[in-house]
């Protein structure tokens, strides 16, 4: 039997445009994981370029790579600069789930 060769799928080689971005990370706030958006979050900086993505949001690269990282928890605030950095904006709307009558 052949065997089957695979290759790594990574996530930042098919954000190519701002709105890919933005869909990619407004998907993972609507899954309310964390540890999700922060890896959603490098994903689309290792797709910018990590190091022009820390010096836009003021911060180290190593910093960043660890910030984002799976065992990383960011600061809100660094998440806030990071987003800004990808030229990207944070919104709030009503969830439908729990509306007010």
């Known amino acids: 039997m052949a065997k089957t060769v695979t290759t790594p799928?990574?996530?930042a080689d098919h954000l190519k445009s701002e709105e890919d971005m933005a869909a990619y990370l407004e998907a993972a706030f609507e899954e309310g994981d964390p540890a999700l958006v922060a890896?959603?979050?490098g994903d689309i900086?290792?797709?910018k370029g990590?190091?022009?993505v820390a010096?836009?949001?003021g911060l180290g690269r190593e910093s960043l790579y660890?910030?984002?990282s799976p065992a990383g928890n960011p600061e809100f605030a660094t998440i806030l600069k990071v987003?800004?950095?990808l030229g990207l904006q944070l919104h709030a709307s009503p969830s439908m789930s729990k509306r007010v009558a």
């Open 9 to 11: 799928w990574d996530p």
């Open 45 to 47: 900086a290792r797709a």
């Open 66 to 68: 660890k910030a984002l």
């Open 39 to 41: 890896a959603a979050l």
């Open 50 to 52: 990590m190091s022009q």
């Open 55 to 57: 010096r836009d949001a």
């Open 83 to 85: 987003i800004a950095a």
